[in-house]
């Protein structure tokens, strides 16, 4: 008798999980909520929003490359966004995971854009 054995993978699991921990970080900044859970799980969201969406716009790079530079953009982003509000005295917290989830998305939306335009240029 032979046991079959199937290769699952447990990403997908990860990414969902990383997922709910950072939109329950984002809730709990916009809430203003008094949870000790609130700083860890903003901080991942801070840093995992611009991260993945720059990661999709470097599809082009190695995997650990393509890491590390999205987690390195990640951080000029949130910099970015923060030096940006203190120079105009509008800093708070719920404005800056407003600022970088617009900042994440907008990212996001030109990379699947400007795939969608590559896309349709090969295919004609």
Known sequence: MQT?????????LLAGAATAVAGVGALLA????????RGPCTLFFLLA??????AAALRGLDPFGRTLCALAGSVVANMLVAQGM???HRWSVRGGV?????LSLLLLALTLIRERISGKRTQV
Not at 30 to 37: E, V, Y
Not at 49 to 54: D, F, H, K, R
């Open 49 to 54: 929003a611009p991260a993945v969406a720059l």
């Open 98 to 102: 407003v600022a970088v989830t617009a």
């Open 4 to 12: 079959i054995r199937i290769k699952t993978s447990s990403l997908p």
């Open 30 to 37: 916009l809430i203003d909520s008094a949870s000790p859970l």
């Open 86 to 88: 203190l120079a105009v």
